[in-house]
């Protein structure tokens, strides 16, 4: 009878046991459904600047911004959005901006930024900034993951990635 008693509650431990974990994966992938709703509205350039140097400019910064928009109900955290800037086909440099909160039902607007020393810019991208300053306009593409953690009770358990990529025609003369 003692036995009898004792599988008993190892049947009803393994059965609860069971309906948590089947919760939590259940839970986990709505969460990644909802977290693929999330889309990028618009990507802008909104300034390339010249720090400078004592006798002459040292940096190119580019600040962009990104839209991110929220239709669900749930608020997620990015874990990261990362980027690739490109001027033309030609690789500029990259970056990523962490640990982002984006309320549900909301889009939000992050600022990434971009420093590049200006001795590391090669002839190619030197020549269509010189394009670009004689035409008034600069092509930038913008490619790139939003990565989102799917998480349980604190913990990761899985993550999302949201490919994105913009083209944007940058228009350097803002009276032009």
């Known amino acids: 009878m003692l036995l009898a008693g004792r599988s008993f509650v190892l049947v009803a431990v393994a059965l609860i046991v069971l309906v948590l974990l089947a919760g939590i994966v259940i839970y986990v992938n709505q969460l990644g459904v909802a977290a693929e ?4 509205e618009k990507i802008n350039v909104v300034d390339i600047d010249v720090e400078p140097g004592f006798f002459n400019p040292k940096h190119v910064v580019l600040t962009f911004s990104i839209t991110i928009r929220n239709p669900t109900e749930y608020g997620f955290e990015v874990e990261s959005i990362t980027y690739k800037v490109y001027i033309g086909d030609d690789f500029l440099g990259e970056g990523s901006k962490k640990n ?3 309320p549900p039902k909301t889009s939000q607007e992050i600022l ?3 420093t590049i020393p200006l001795e590391t810019l090669g002839q190619t991208i030197r020549d269509a900034v010189i394009t670009a300053v004689k035409t008034g306009h600069l ?3 913008l490619t790139g993951n939003i990565t989102i953690p799917l998480k349980a009770y604190g ?4 993550s999302t990635t949201i ?3 913009e083209t944007i025609a ?3 003369c803002k009276t032009c």
Request: hydrophobic residues 50%; proline residues 4%; neutral net charge.
């Open 100 to 102: 982002i909160y984006i």
């Open 139 to 141: 092509q930038v593409k």
């Open 112 to 114: 990434l930024e971009l």
């Open 37 to 40: 709703a999330l889309e990028v």
């Open 155 to 158: 913990l990761k358990l899985a």
């Open 163 to 165: 490919p994105y990529e």
């Open 170 to 172: 940058y228009k350097l």
